[in-house]
């Protein structure tokens, strides 16, 4: 080597010892040896080591020595140069003791003889905490839900079931081990392919702008492991990272609840016909519908039958068979009906029919129908058949009349049909 070519490789290592005392980051330089051969301040204050001691210290020695580790050095091909890895995180004890996290970037030094690679370390001990806090809270997130009495979903961005507890896997059957993601959930829980495309699609798409902690409750009908059917009312909630919360609350039980309680309100408990109020309501949307236009298809009517003698019926055999006789009617009703109409029990033996898209002198015949099938059923009462009759009164439904009076007027029709004698009809 040339004297020029001596001064230039020593002007270019003073620059790189220069550089590296004044870095921010611990720096050291090891040669091809594998010996340190300039450690700088950085270095000092982060090890706790000086610069004299660390001086052709073995590279293997100390990071091994100082990480309890078995050569980690050896592990990422550092000394051949070949660098299987070129950041690396390690777990260090530093001169005073302490353990730390560090990042140390190893890189391979071409053309100065003196020097082969340089290390370049980070302090990553509060990363790190960071990190075990964030695990430590998702534990006790997991330990405080883990006998929660609403099931409990964790899903990564992945989309992967990382934990499950205790409710989860009493109210569907699944373990986690069952359940690895999202897409093996919704197979498993929504068999039925159209219902389940519903789903997802319903998922994804309030999913995407759904802001960290907002809550959307989706109640869902979920098949369970034993193929038993319920209804679960779901709640995700977005959290850090793209993760997603997802409760489950069993809901079964209180829709059945809910549904008892509409058909209480709104259906006859002897005949389970339609009762009153559902004739209301029923009246109210065909009298809108009526008003709408005049056409035949928007007319309808409206029939009110009473029972002759049912006064005598329930007095001579009982209310027993008084009830018998409104359960069986109620049926008749039912089963002679076109389709959309409509059959109610009104009170007592009072019943009503509602026929849609009816004229009057269809709604007519109509009656009569209904009152021949009445007539020529057996009911028994005490082992003996009988016939009985009944008086009915018509009124046209033309959307010019409100529902209240609509019924008065009915009934009133009725009334007059009964005074007329026994099996009458009488038209508003």
Not at 342 to 357: K, M, V
Request: hydrophobic share 40%.
């Amino acid at each position: 080597m040339s004297s020029k070519e001596n001064e230039a490789l020593q002007k270019t290592s003073s620059i790189f010892s220069k550089i590296f005392s004044l870095a921010n980051d611990a720096v050291f330089l090891v040669d091809k040896k594998g010996k340190i051969t300039l450690w700088n301040a950085a270095a000092e204050k982060m090890f706790g080591y000086t610069s004299a001691e660390m001086m052709g210290e073995e590279i293997e020695n100390f990071f091994s020595y100082s990480a309890g580790e078995n050569n980690p050095i050896k592990n990422i091909g550092i000394l051949s140069g070949e660098l299987k890895d070129n950041i690396v995180p390690f777990s260090f004890t530093i001169k005073n003791g302490l353990k730390i996290f560090i990042e140390a970037s190893f890189s391979v030094i071409e053309g100065i003889d003196e020097y082969r690679m340089m290390v370049v370390v980070r302090n990553i001990s509060h990363l790190m905490k960071i990190k075990d806090e964030l695990h430590n809270e998702k534990m006790k997130f997991i330990n405080a839900f883990e006998n929660a009495p609403f099931g409990i979903i964790l899903i990564n961005k992945n989309g992967e079931f990382e934990y499950i507890n205790n409710k989860f896997r009493e109210l569907f059957g699944y373990t986690i081990d069952e359940l690895p993601d999202g897409k093996t959930w919704f197979r498993k829980a929504f068999p039925n392919p159209e219902y389940r495309h519903e789903i997802i699609l319903t998922w994804l798409n309030s999913s995407i702008d759904e802001k960290s902690g907002k809550k959307d409750s989706r109640i869902l009908t979920v098949t369970c492991k034993d193929k038993t059917e319920k209804i679960i009312n779901f709640i995700p909630v977005r959290i850090n990272e793209g993760e997603f919360v997802v409760s489950c609350e069993d809901m079964t039980e209180l829709k059945k609840s809910e549904y008892k309680l509409l058909r209480f309100a709104n259906y006859d408990m002897l005949t389970g016909l339609p009762n009153r109020r559902s004739l209301e309501l029923a009246l109210r949307i065909t009298i809108d519908k009526a008003k709408k236009s005049e056409r035949r298809g928007n007319l309808s009517a409206l029939l009110f039958l009473d029972i002759d003698d049912f006064k005598e019926i329930n007095h001579s055999f009982g209310h027993n068979t008084g009830d018998e006789v409104l359960i069986a009617v109620g049926k008749l009703l039912s089963k002679s009906l076109r389709t959309g109409d409509s059959a109610f029990r009104f009170e007592g033996d009072e019943f009503a029919i509602l026929f849609r898209g009816i004229s009057m002198a269809e709604a007519r015949l109509a009656a009569e129908r209904l009152q021949n099938i009445i007539n020529q059923h057996n009911f028994v009462f005490d082992y003996t058949k009988n016939n009985l009759t009944i008086g009915i009164g018509l009124i046209q439904i033309n959307g010019k009349i409100d529902f209240a009076t609509l019924l008065s007027l009915v009934v009133r029709t009725t009334h007059k049909a009964k005074a007329l004698g026994r099996n009458c009809i009488a038209v508003y």
